[in-house]
């Protein structure tokens, strides 16, 4: 089955410790992208990248990094977690009929 | 980055009853999708329509690209439709998506 699959699906970590949101798809496909949704605000691009070793910033990038070291995986990592991260995450990659979403990471950042 | 308004906000509507989301964009896009977030929080795509009209089941969706709006058409809606639809689009490698129309449907 053609999957987006996110893991963890929901976590909770106190503030300044680490963390990665691992992203998978079995699509072949070269773009792939981080979202985050916050109420009032609708979703918002983190990063995307359009092939490995390629990643460019979207629209609030700040305190994320992401890396694509094989064209399958584009991890999500936060070296220091703040409580204003606290968020639902989307990973999503496109094909040729459009985008296709993983089941999101539930994130609460204390 | 462009601006995509959907209406309306919020919408109740009594089992079996038809009902149209409106998602405008202040400029071009391309891979215009409408999207379903249900109560657990996935995200359903529903169509991918950049151009032209398409239906699958219950839904159908209708994209005028030359005038920058697209509508989904829900008919006999029922309860598991409940949730908040999206439509996004593409500019350049950025996907944009609107705010969002809450839907509940009541039995």
């Known amino acids: 089955e053609a999957q987006v699959t996110q893991n963890p699906r929901y976590l909770i970590t106190v503030t300044g410790k680490k963390l990665t949101v691992t992203c998978s798809q079995n699509?072949?496909?070269?773009?792939m992208s981080w979202y985050r949704q916050d109420p009032g605000l609708g979703l918002r691009q983190i990063y995307y990248?359009?092939?490995?070793?390629?990643?460019d910033k979207g629209d609030v990038p700040e305190g994320y990094k992401v890396s694509r070291k094989e064209k399958r995986n584009f991890p999500l990592i936060l070296e220091s977690p703040s409580p204003n991260q606290t968020s639902l995450y989307f990973c999503?990659?496109?094909?040729?009929?459009?985008?296709?979403f993983g089941s999101g990471t539930r994130l609460t950042v204390v | 980055g462009i601006q995509v308004e959907q209406s309306p906000p919020d919408l109740i509507l009594q089992e079996g009853a038809n009902s149209t989301l409106r998602c405008n964009f202040s400029?071009?896009?391309?891979?215009l999708q409408w999207f379903h977030q249900n109560p657990w929080g996935q995200l359903i795509n529903l169509f991918y329509?950049?151009?032209g009209t398409k239906q699958n089941g219950r839904l159908s969706a209708t994209t005028v690209a030359t005038e920058r709006y697209s509508l989904l058409y829900i008919s006999s809606s029922q309860t598991t439709d409940s949730g908040v639809y999206f439509c996004?689009?593409?500019?350049?490698?950025?996907?944009?998506f609107g705010t969002g129309t809450s839907l509940t449907v009541i039995p």
């Open positions: 329509i950049p151009s």
């Open positions: 699509m072949n496909h070269e773009y």
């Open positions: 400029d071009s896009v391309n891979n």
């Open positions: 990248s359009m092939n490995v070793e390629v990643t």
């Open positions: 996004a689009g593409k500019t350049g490698n950025q996907f944009y």
């Open positions: 999503a990659s496109r094909g040729l009929y459009g985008y296709t």
